[in-house]
């Protein structure tokens, strides 16, 4: 079993930055791709980012691509989304995952899950 906790979210106004952190409670974090997604209210889950367990890859989605950056510190069993030039969509929560596959992460199946930390933006 992985716990997974986020932080790092609050409110921002337009064209600022935030950063989230996402702790992972296991030994073999390295073997975990891990990924965001974000649900915006009333509205369907959107895939953010993703992290390969070596950090050698990454993959974005189409809306958030230039803008936030996805990194990981295996020795601090930590992700980070960073995120800069926030536009007031970017309102969501954002959710943290884990899988052993980065194609369940990408997809939005991963096992594990964060509970999520609240990003608003103002305009």
């Known amino acids: 079993q992985v716990q997974l906790v986020e932080s790092g979210g609050g409110l921002v106004q337009a064209g600022g930055s935030l950063r989230l952190s996402c702790v992972a409670s296991t030994r073999t974090f390295s073997r975990y791709n891990m990924g965001w997604f974000r649900q915006a209210p009333g509205k369907g889950r959107e895939f953010v980012a993703a992290i390969s367990g070596a950090g050698t890859i990454t993959n974005y989605g189409d809306s958030v691509k230039g803008r936030f950056t996805i990194s990981r510190d295996n020795a601090k069993n930590t992700v980070y989304l960073q995120m800069n030039s926030l536009k007031p969509e970017d309102t969501a929560a954002y959710y943290c995952?884990?899988?052993?596959?980065?194609?369940?992460?990408?997809?939005?199946?991963?096992?594990?899950w964060g509970r999520g930390t609240q990003v608003t933006v103002s305009s």
């Open positions: 995952e884990a899988d052993p596959s980065l194609n369940r992460v990408v997809a939005g199946g991963p096992n594990y």
